[in-house]
T-cell receptor, first 110, second 113 residues
Framework: GIQVEQSPPDLILQEGANSTLRCNFS?????LQWFHQNPWGQLINLFY???GTKQNGRLSATTVATERYSLLYISSSQTTDSGVYFC????????????FGPGTRLSVLP | KAGVTQTPRYLIKTRGQQVTLSCSPI?????VSWYQQTPGQGLQFLFE???????NKGNFPGRFSGRQFSNSRSEMNVSTLELGDSALYLC????????????FGSGTRLTVV
């Protein structure tokens, strides 16, 4: 099956700093999404981004499908950005079942 | 619009018992997927139901089962609970015919003692 790797596994930032999270996947996919899991366990969908670049406020994401990686950029980080960021991929594009990466745990310090 | 609702939020069960978890999807969504999250294994796909039929299944033993009703609400059942079944169980709903719109519920935290 598809393998998903994420780096770095842990990241500690001061408030206001910028960061880049990376997701590598082992096979071609038609669906890639980034999720943020807050400290209460809720998974929030950040981006649906099988290819190209998208921006939403301080967050942006880029997926280069031909090279099998995706990047999540967080600018001017805030303490509320803390949590675990997951990359998830799906071979199809029907929203059936995702293979999740191990996540990047982000801690933003005040 | 209402999100994905999972009940109960917390559950404590004894080894050997069985448990049923419930998930109500976003209105109009026909697909419901279930995931197990543990510190050791991360997020793992259990199964997915679409229009009352199991469309995909992960690599879990037969003790884990599910079903979907005509109103798209879904339940999952775990029989003969083991200590290793302690986990956060998350369900997600989606339209089922396209990749975006995937939305998770808040999860049910199951503790087996």
């Amino acid at each position: 099956g598809i393998q998903v790797e994420q780096s770095p596994p842990d990241l500690i930032l001061q408030e206001g700093a910028n960061s880049t999270l990376r997701c590598n996947f082992s096979d071609s996919v038609n669906n890639l999404q980034w999720f943020h899991q807050n400290p209460w366990g809720q998974l929030i969908n950040l981006f649906y981004i099988p290819s190209g670049t998208k921006q939403n406020g301080r967050l942006s994401a880029t997926t280069v499908a031909t090279e099998r990686y995706s990047l999540l950029y967080i600018s001017s980080s805030q303490t509320t950005d803390s949590g675990v960021y997951f990359c998830a991929v799906e071979r199809n594009n029907y929203g059936q079942n995702f293979v999740f990466g191990p996540g990047t745990r982000l801690s933003v310090l005040p | 619009k209402a999100g994905v609702t999972q009940t109960p939020r917390y559950l404590i069960k004894t080894r050997g018992q069985q448990v049923t978890l419930s998930c109500s999807p976003i209105s109009g969504h026909r697909s419901v997927s279930w995931y197990q999250q543990t510190p050791g294994q991360g997020l793992q796909f259990l199964f997915e139901y679409f229009s009352e039929t199991q469309r995909n299944k992960g690599n879990f033993p037969g003790r884990f089962s599910g079903r979907q009703f005509s109103n798209s609400r879904s339940e999952m059942n775990v029989s003969t609970l083991e200590l290793g079944d302690s986990a956060l169980y998350l369900c997600a709903s989606s339209p089922g015919d396209r990749g975006n719109g995937y939305t998770f519920g808040s999860g049910t935290r199951l503790t087996v003692v």
